[in-house]
T-cell receptor, first 116, second 118 residues
Framework: GESVGLHLPTLSVQEGDNSIINCAYS??????FIWYKQESGKGPQFIID?????DKRQGQRVTVLLNKTVKHLSLQIAATQPGDSAVYFC???????????????FGKGTLLTVNP | KAGVTQTPRYLIKTRGQQVTLSCSPI?????VSWYQQTPGQGLQFLFE???????NKGNFPGRFSGRQFSNSRSEMNVSTLELGDSALYLC?????????????????FGPGTRLTVL
């Protein structure tokens, strides 16, 4: 079946360490992946995206890696700060029916806790 | 510039009732998308409106409906509420139409309406 899932529901790191949050997907036809951050009491916030024809994309303190061989997506946060504490989830968009229709699937999320 | 606002922030209803939620997009944004977020299912796309027309729709029953007004404000209605409809309902606005309900870095989410069905 189709799914976009997270390997770990929670992740606890020390301030200053690097964090790696993982996401697995099952559909090799996925076109586009996005990472979101959701702080408590707030709506999701876009972090970074990557297209399926790329392996890596970097932003400010964040890097997304896409391994299409094993259908695995990861978000790396460098020098994690207390303000990074939030739920992180991935999203996948893929074309369906060979036409202009697309299907959107979200992962359930990983709770990142940064300890001072 | 004001962000996306949703009203009410919290709502308690009983089974069988209906509910209407409101979303005011960022000024100038014409796309409003709605999502349901639950611990069990995560975030799921409901539908998107752009310039008063529904453009995309997720896989939800007909009890879930929406509309958009000429000022781009949008309402979402759920009729005959079920216990499983308890969730955080989020809306997001964008200046451009979305692809399947997402417009990545040009889309902004509101804080959500927490609906509890008893």
């Amino acid at each position: 079946g189709e799914s976009v899932g997270l390997h770990l529901p929670t992740l606890s790191v020390q301030e200053g360490d690097n964090s790696i949050i993982n996401c697995a997907y099952s559909n090799s036809a996925s076109d586009y992946f996005i990472w979101y951050k959701q702080e408590s009491g707030k709506g999701p916030q876009f972090i970074i995206d990557i297209r399926s024809n790329m392996d890596k994309r970097q932003g400010q303190r964040v890097t997304v890696l896409l391994n299409k061989t094993v259908k695995h997506l990861s978000l790396q946060i460098a020098a994690t700060q207390p303000g990074d504490s939030a739920v992180y989830f991935c999203a996948e968009i893929r074309g369906v029916s060979g036409g202009s229709n697309y299907k959107l699937t979200f992962g359930k999320g990983t709770l990142l806790t940064v300890n001072p | 510039k004001a962000g996306v606002t949703q009203t009410p922030r919290y709502l308690i209803k009983t089974r069988g009732q209906q509910v209407t939620l409101s979303c005011s997009p960022i000024s100038g944004h014409r796309s409003v998308s709605w999502y349901q977020q639950t611990p069990g299912q995560g975030l799921q796309f409901l539908f998107e409106y752009f310039s008063e027309t529904q453009r995309n729709k997720g896989n939800f029953p007909g009890r879930f409906s929406g509309r958009q007004f000429s000022n781009s404000r949008s309402e979402m209605n759920v009729s005959t509420l079920e216990l499983g409809d308890s969730a955080l309902y989020l809306c997001a606005s964008s200046s451009k139409p979305t692809i399947a309900g997402l417009n990545t870095d040009t889309q902004y989410f509101g804080p959500g309406t927490r609906l509890t069905v008893l």
